[in-house]
């Protein structure tokens, strides 16, 4: 009896825990290892112990110029407990997201990915996905939480509702 109570409590907390996820939250962060630029290399390993935001966009999406801008604000507000790295996809050349960097004054840095990193991260089970799209990794490597922009996400993509997601994982 002892052990069957112990499942049902361990049952009924996982329950609890689900509706605050992400319909692709809840499993080991996918491995990588992808350029920022000819000489560097970024891999989800090497910042272990820190939150982690991957964030998938493009050059050419205007809610991923606002979302470059409040992921450059969480990294000055939360310094080195967490780390950004956003990921862009074909068709965006190095000039593009260089001129993208100028621009818009990033300092985090701007993956290349040619599609499997994506793919591996948003298990598309349509041939669209939406952009941006932001994982909410904890200091273990687990996918804490994920968001796709939408009506029901401006506050993550528009406001300050990633720096509350930050501070939940934070508290952990």
């Not at 996918?30 to 000489?39: A, N, T, V, Y």
């Not at 406001?159 to 939940?168: N, Y």
């Given at each position: 009896?002892?052990?069957?109570?112990?499942f049902?409590c361990f049952l009924?907390?996982?329950?609890?825990?689900?509706?605050?996820?992400?319909?692709?939250?809840g499993?080991?962060a996918?491995?990588?290892?992808?350029?920022?630029?000819?000489?560097?290399?970024?891999?989800?390993q090497?910042?272990?112990?820190?939150?982690?935001?991957?964030?998938?966009?493009?050059v050419?999406?205007?809610?991923?110029v606002?979302?470059s801008?409040?992921?450059?604000q969480?990294k000055?507000?939360?310094g080195?407990k967490?780390?950004?790295?956003?990921?862009v996809?074909?068709?965006s050349?190095?000039k593009?997201?260089?001129?993208?960097i100028?621009?818009?004054?990033?300092?985090?840095?701007?993956?290349?990915d040619c599609?499997?990193?994506?793919?591996?991260?948003?298990?598309?089970?349509?041939?669209?996905?939406?952009i941006p799209?932001?994982?909410?990794?904890?200091?273990?490597?687990m996918i804490?939480?994920?968001?796709?922009?939408?009506?029901?996400?401006?506050?993550i993509f528009q406001?300050?509702?990633?720096?509350?997601?930050?501070?939940?994982l934070l508290r952990k």
């Open positions: 009896m002892y052990i069957s109570m112990r049902l009924l907390l996982s329950v609890a825990c689900l509706p605050g996820a992400g319909e692709l939250s499993r080991r996918p491995g990588f290892s992808l350029p920022e630029s000819p000489s560097k290399q970024h891999d989800p090497d910042y272990r112990g820190k939150i982690l935001i991957v964030d998938f966009m493009q050419t999406c205007e809610h991923c606002a979302f801008a409040i992921l450059e969480a000055a507000k939360y080195d967490i780390a950004i790295l956003s990921i996809n074909p068709p050349d190095a593009g997201v260089a001129d993208y100028a621009q818009h004054k990033i300092k985090t840095p701007i993956l290349f599609g499997q990193v994506a793919y591996s991260y948003l298990k598309p089970t349509s041939p669209t996905i939406t799209h932001v994982f909410l990794i904890d200091a273990a490597g804490r939480n994920d968001f796709s922009f939408g009506n029901d996400t401006l506050e406001g300050k509702g990633l720096f509350a997601e930050i501070d939940k």
